[in-house]
């Protein structure tokens, strides 16, 4: 199971930190490749930023441009986005999802074979 948190209501300019606590099945976490999307209302889930099982490799989409910065506390089982600089337009629910892959990265949602449910951001302007 994958249990996300950290969402909330921020101003414009300022910043959140999102966690995703893995438990139970995903016993070996680094074995496990996760990543974080999002989903406006009204639109699809989009694909925010991945990280390798190992922790040694990200990708960010283009949105990104230096804002939020992923990273994983193997020994925690536990992800984190960091984000600053929020927008308006990063309101959505974020998810964490995982899968194994211990080395690679996936950016499609349908890879992924585990979901945490979700936590709201709103970024008011």
């Known amino acids: 199971q994958l249990q996300a948190s950290g969402g909330g209501l921020v101003q414009a300019g300022g910043s959140l930190r999102l966690s995703c606590a893995a438990s139970?099945?995903?016993?070996?976490?680094?074995?496990?490749?996760m990543g974080w999307f999002r989903q406006a209302p009204g639109k699809e889930r989009e694909f925010v930023v991945a990280?390798?099982?190992?922790?040694?490799?990200?990708y960010y989409a283009d949105f990104m441009t230096g804002r939020f910065t992923i990273s994983r506390d193997n020994a925690k089982n536990t992800m984190y986005l960091q984000m600053n600089s929020l927008k308006p337009e990063d309101t959505a629910i974020y998810y964490c999802?995982?899968?194994?892959?211990?080395?690679?990265?996936?950016?499609?949602?349908?890879?992924?074979?585990?979901w945490g449910q979700g936590t709201l951001v709103t970024v008011s302007s």
């Open positions: 139970g099945r995903i016993f070996i976490f680094s074995s496990y490749a």
């Open positions: 990280i390798t099982g190992n922790g040694r490799d990200t």
């Open positions: 999802a995982a899968r194994y892959g211990v080395s690679s990265i996936y950016r499609q949602p349908y890879e992924y074979d585990y």
